[in-house]
């Protein structure tokens, strides 16, 4: 269990109220927001200080008196995060070039994540039944944060995590990507060339079966540009 999770009821909605805040609060303006006495804020503020999820500091006001405590989150702003790591993406992506050896390393990529992301070779199981292999993409889709919706007999991605409005992945990303869902479909002999990607989705991106060259169904995935 994280030390998060055994933070009490109150102090989560105080720490919530500092993250949620661009600059440093003090008690009485977290106070102010929960509805609560500067008093109980300022002790549980003064737990998630020692307890490391909370900084404190000082800031001169030109006036009388002691100035007021500040409290600032210690963890970091969710889209630097986000950002520092596209940037990671796209130098992995320009250090593999062009070409198709390029593509082939990439796929390689994707496929080698799939197989390090727990339950994704395995048969797909859904609350104890088998489904089929697109609707067992959905929950990594999810997670991914690409807003899966199924329409019909087609998966389709409503957001793509990796564009941003100054930020869209290098190709080579987005087959890394093409890899690791051609693994999830179809682990089984020949079933990871039977993937196709198109670009240009109408609507997102868009995971679909395609008409079948053998008895099992071909899939047919289709990229588009999403924000």
């Given amino acids: 269990m994280s030390a998060r999770a055994n933070l009490s009821a ?4 105080v720490l919530e109220v500092v993250e949620a805040s661009n600059d440093a609060m003090t008690a009485v303006q977290v ?19 020692d307890a490391g999820f909370v900084t404190v500091s000082t800031k001169p006001t030109g006036k009388r008196g002691r100035p007021a405590l500040r409290y600032a989150s210690t963890a970091p702003d969710p889209q630097q995060m986000v950002d520092a790591y596209l940037l990671l993406l796209d130098a992995i992506a320009d250090t593999l070039g062009e ?19 727990p339950g994704t070779v ?20 999810a997670v991914m944060g690409f807003a899966p919706e199924v329409s019909g007999d087609t998966v389709v991605l409503r957001s793509c995590p ?9 190709d080579l ?7 690791f869902l051609r693994a999830v479909v179809g682990p089984g002999p020949g079933a990871y060339e039977r993937i196709k990607f198109l670009p240009n989705g109408p609507d997102g991106c868009q995971i679909s079966p395609a008409e079948p060259a053998q008895e099992e169904p071909e899939l047919k995935i289709v990229r588009a540009d999403v924000a």
């Fill in 10 to 13: 109150a102090r989560r909605r």
């Fill in 31 to 49: 106070a102010s927001a929960l509805n609560l006495h500067h008093n109980t804020v300022r002790e549980h503020l003064d737990a998630l200080v």
């Fill in 99 to 117: 070409g198709e050896d390029a593509r082939a390393t990439a796929l390689e990529i994707g496929r080698r994540w799939a197989e390090l992301t």
């Fill in 122 to 141: 395995a048969e797909p199981v859904v609350d104890g039944e088998e489904v089929d292999r697109v609707t067992a993409l959905i929950p990594y889709l």
């Fill in 162 to 170: 990796l564009v941003t409005r100054n930020h869209r992945p290098r």
């Fill in 173 to 179: 990303v987005c087959t890394m990507h093409e890899g």
